[in-house]
């Protein structure tokens, strides 16, 4: 497989997306399982999850989601909204700001930078429209690695928060694009 991220495309997501999302969603379950990550994401494919498909419907109509594409196959896909999602314990940042709810990619093509090239699609998305915070909320379990992750793509640690309903410890993470 040649494809790198200079042949990657990056576009407004729709409702029709929302069945490839969900397939990456379910792929990154195996794929953590499959690592002995069980408490990140579960077990449960996510798209069997209570409210997952209504989720991610839910993010294709009333939030902005961008997909990543190769070749016209959807390979990636980050979600903004205007603030942290009401079901984490996560205070609002008394500024305007973006909100990355969901960043995934398919892990068939791990490795290639997809998950880099929409956190940038992000920022530029953000300033944009004209906003100069960008934050994201992560898993901050197992080693530390998803964090260490968004750090490594220009965001800097704030807030550690306990998700009760997932049963994991979070970590936000803010970057300043103005």
Known sequence: MHNTTQDLRIRPGSPADAQAILDMLDGAVVWMNERGNTEQWGTTPYSRKPGGVERIERYTTENDPYVAELDGTPVGAVVLDSGPSPQMPIAPAGEPERYVRLLISDRRYAGRGIGAALLAHAVEETRRAGVE??????????????????????????????????????????????
Not at 148 to 159: C, H, I, L, M
């Open 133 to 178: 915070l960008l934050r994201v909320d992560c898993w901050a379990g197992g080693g530390g690695e998803l964090v260490a992750y968004y750090e490594r793509n220009g965001f800097t640690p704030t807030d550690r928060f306990v998700s009760e309903s997932l049963g994991w410890p979070g970590q936000v993470l803010a970057r300043r694009v103005g």
